[in-house]
T-cell receptor, first 115, second 113 residues
Framework: DARVTQTPRHKVTEMGQEVTMRCQPI?????VFWYRQTMMQGLELLAY????????DSGMPKDRFSAEMPDATLATLKIQPSEPRDSAVYFC?????????????FGEGSRLTVL | QKEVEQNSGPLSVPEGAIASLNCTYS??????FFWYRQYSGKSPELIMS????GDKEDGRFTAQLNKASQYVSLLIRDSQPSDSATYLC?????????????FGTGTRLLVSP
């Protein structure tokens, strides 16, 4: 059963702490996305990789957020230092990268609470 | 102006009725349009895609696209309580990159028995 796996599912931390979220995309998918979802803003794209290369991270606050794909089976999103306004659900999604298809497969999300 | 706009709802319909969900987008270069469904506490899942003007039907779902008006809609016929969820409109295209989806904030649908 192919699926996107995200860890941790829930994270509560204190302001100023480092947070690392991990994602294992579906095997064979070559595009990986990090989205953040809040009630007010909805789903916001933070970063986008194709074949492990970052294509777009314009939605990510550069001073505290970083996203990487050390290999094809792992994508990471790091926040350092974390702030209360970073509290949200962070979704990783992967896609086959072919044609016009917009079928992205989402992980179950990482719910982050920064106190 | 947001790139993709949806009424947040909730849209309440009785079981068996037609639910009509609407979405407008600002980028005229958008070429691909999608509807995702998200149950409370769950992740979004794709239910419909449409690329050309007109209607596209899949079971109880019909997606409608009007590029001239920059308008996309989703009709759900014979609505069921299990359809109660948030429906997210997403677009992509040349200006954004075909696989880079821009999402609306979603419309919450409530179907009452």
């Amino acid at each position: 059963d192919a699926r996107v796996t995200q860890t941790p599912r829930h994270k509560v931390t204190e302001m100023g702490q480092e947070v690392t979220m991990r994602c294992q995309p579906i095997l064979g998918h070559n595009t990986v996305f990090w989205y953040r979802q809040t009630m007010m803003q909805g789903l916001e794209l933070l970063a986008y990789f194709r074949n492990r290369a970052p294509l777009d991270d314009s939605g990510m606050p550069k001073d505290r957020f970083s996203a990487e794909m050390p290999d094809a089976t792992l994508a990471t999103l790091k926040i350092q230092p974390s702030e209360p306004r970073d509290s949200a659900v962070y979704f990783c999604a992967s896609g086959s990268g072919q044609g016009r298809t917009g079928e992205l497969f989402f992980g179950e999300g990482s719910r982050l609470t920064v106190l | 102006q947001k790139e993709v706009e949806q009424n947040s709802g909730p849209l309440s319909v009785p079981e068996g009725a037609i639910a009509s969900l609407n979405c407008t987008y600002s980028d005229r270069g958008s070429q691909s349009f999608f509807w995702y469904r998200q149950y409370s506490g769950k992740s979004p899942e794709l239910i419909m895609s449409i690329y050309s003007n007109g209607d596209k039907e899949d079971g109880r779902f019909t997606a409608q696209l009007n590029k001239a008006s920059q308008y996309v809609s989703l009709l759900i016929r014979d609505s069921q309580p299990s359809d109660s969820a948030t429906y997210l409109c997403a677009v992509s295209g040349m200006n954004t990159g075909f696989q880079k989806l821009v999402f609306g904030t979603g419309t919450r649908l409530l179907v009452s028995p």
